[in-house]
């Protein structure tokens, strides 16, 4: 089990006590980059779900389970800036044969950040 190694997303954590407990819903992400942190590491443990419940209903595809395909290997967040409900993160996701790097927006809709879209640099 995953449980109490560190967390996939690079704070150094336990993954129970750092995005575990955003996958198992006991808790909701308090910003824009922990939430993008939780999306990240989601790919990595395949929880679809979570992917689907943090995505804006607005751009959600209907398919939402990360391609198991994809090998990722670390999460580097460049910038995160928020303004009221809505906010802006900057991130390398690197995987085996290359890296995506993304500038991700986010919609703060009754309390939670959802992902909207991003363009991709
Ligand atoms: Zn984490």
Redesign the pocket.
């Known amino acids: 089990m995953i449980g109490r190694q560190e967390?996939?997303?690079?704070?150094g954590?336990p993954?129970d006590a750092?995005?575990?407990r955003l996958h198992r819903g006991e808790a909701v992400a308090a910003t824009a980059e922990e939430l993008m942190?939780?999306r990240y590491?989601a790919h990595v443990v395949g929880d679809g779900d979570h992917l689907f419940r943090t995505w804006h209903p607005r751009t959600r595809p209907d398919d939402t389970d990360p391609d198991p395909r994809v090998r990722w290997t670390g999460l580097e967040v460049l910038a995160a800036s928020e303004d009221g409900d809505r906010a802006v993160v900057e991130f390398r996701a690197h995987h085996e044969g290359g890296v995506m790097h993304e500038v991700s927006r986010f919609e703060r809709r009754a309390g939670r950040w959802v992902y909207v879209d991003g363009d991709v640099r």
């Open positions: 967390c996939p997303c690079g704070t954590q993954y750092c995005c575990g942190r939780s590491a």
